[in-house]
């Protein structure tokens, strides 16, 4: 059975197509520029890229270009192959604890809960939409990068603010990732083959999140009201005191929601190093001898060291800690350093299996207090598993 896992922006479209009888991946592809000049779209499939810029003035036209091209490519010969579309969708506030099959009052929710998520609901209503334009018949079912940890405790999601912030406008701690830690979560329990494990997952690419999961829920999760909130990330600040928000604004003749975009898109790791985003560059950067990225670097790691600690403590101890996500699955150095600065909880590192990049397995040598694994995330295959259980309803 065909499912296609849909991430729609703003001005893009991922999309992935599965074959859900052994979950492979038939084909991916992301369409770009939808609604600019030079749209473009590229699609993989058997080892192959095609690449080709093609007006895209909507939505709708790349999900009709998508279809057709998988068509042409022979990749399906009908439509009705195509059983179900699952959408991700960041934010569903309060208001969905798991995913749904997409309907008419869904959609009326994810357009009236825009604000919470201004960069990101929008364009993956839009994703739903034109699906629902081009495959009336289809089910869909969106999947909520906040469902996960819809399971936090109110000591846990409320800020220490006036209540009525969050009663009046729902101002509270919503977690994102969740997708990917869901995954996470399942591949656990497959590998420990139980339920009632304590689990700390580390997603962490260019953004990033620690999750405390227990008997696979979660107890709590380091992003926040947005996903600006936690570890330092690529470009983001994570936790910073919001005291520097009006006092910025004033030496730099910015108004908040300038200021708001430097904490988003030019701090964390780029911000600090002043060189780059990514862990690969800055790790070299430190081999070369260059201190603002060796602080950018011990600062990126010293943060998830304090969340893993806090959360080592909440969930009373841990059975496993898992890493994922860009960095987390590839950066060997990043990896090391982190386990090292955990030694005094007795977790030990196995430098040799260290050495791995995007690949399921144990890096924590066998007297180590906790075993530490590396486990490939996918957001998109957890989407596809969320539909097929609405398909197959
Ligand atoms: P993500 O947001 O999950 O795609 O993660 C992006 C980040 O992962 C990049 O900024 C890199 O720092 C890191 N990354 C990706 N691939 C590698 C790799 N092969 N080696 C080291 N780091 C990597």
Redesign the pocket.
């Known amino acids: 059975m065909k499912i296609i896992s849909i991430n729609a922006g703003s001005s893009s479209l991922k999309f992935t197509l599965f074959n859900m009888d052994d979950e492979s991946v038939i084909a991916s592809g992301l369409f770009e520029r939808i609604g600019m000049d030079g749209s473009i779209y590229s699609i993989k499939y058997n080892g192959e890229k095609i690449s080709e810029e093609i007006a895209m003035e909507s939505h709708t036209m790349a999900v009709q270009i998508l279809l057709d091209k998988l068509s042409a490519l022979s990749i399906i010969q009908s439509l009705d192959e195509i059983k179900g579309v699952g959408h991700r969708i960041v934010q569903g506030v309060d208001r969905y604890f798991e995913s749904v099959l997409v309907t008419d009052k869904v959609i009326q929710d994810i357009d009236e809960i825009k604000d919470f998520a201004p960069l990101h609901n929008p364009g993956a209503l839009k994703g739903i939409l034109a699906f629902r334009e081009v495959l009336p018949d289809v089910p869909m079912v969106c999947v909520f990068d906040t469902a996960f940890h819809q399971t936090m405790e109110p000591e846990t999601y409320l800020y220490p603010i006036p209540y009525h912030w969050y009663s009046d406008y729902g101002v509270r701690k919503y977690g994102f990732h969740g997708t990917s830690h869901k995954y996470i979560t399942s591949c656990v329990k497959d590998l420990l083959n139980r339920e009632d494990f304590k689990l700390i997952s580390c997603h962490i ?3 990033g999140s620690i999750c405390a999961i227990k008997n696979m829920k979660c107890v709590d999760t380091s992003m926040g009201f947005t996903p600006l909130a936690g570890i330092m990330m ?1 470009t983001r600040s994570g936790d910073v005191d919001p005291s520097i928000i009006p006092y910025l604004m004033e030496k730099e003749g910015k108004n908040a929601s300038e200021i708001l975009d430097d904490l988003n898109k030019a701090s964390g790791v780029l911000g600090l190093s002043e060189c780059s ?4 560059d800055i790790v070299k950067a430190c081999e070369e001898g260059n201190e603002k990225a060796l602080l950018a670097k011990n600062k990126y790691v010293r943060r998830i060291v304090d969340y893993i600690a806090q959360y080592y403590v909440l969930l009373g101890g841990v059975d496993i800690i898992v890493f994922t ?3 987390g699955e ?2 060997v150095t990043v990896r090391r350093e982190i386990c090292e600065k955990l030694s005094c909880l007795g977790i030990k590192i196995d430098l040799d299996a260290n050495n791995v ?1 995007g690949k399921e397995i144990m890096i924590s040598s066998p007297d180590s207090s906790i075993p530490v694994y590396v486990i490939p995330t996918d957001e998109e295959l957890m989407i596809a598993r969320d539909t097929l259980k609405f398909v197959n309803r």
């Not at 985003?277 to 690969?280: C, H, P, T, V």
């Open positions: 690419g260019n953004g690529g985003n990514d862990l690969r996500a860009g960095v590839n950066n990049r």
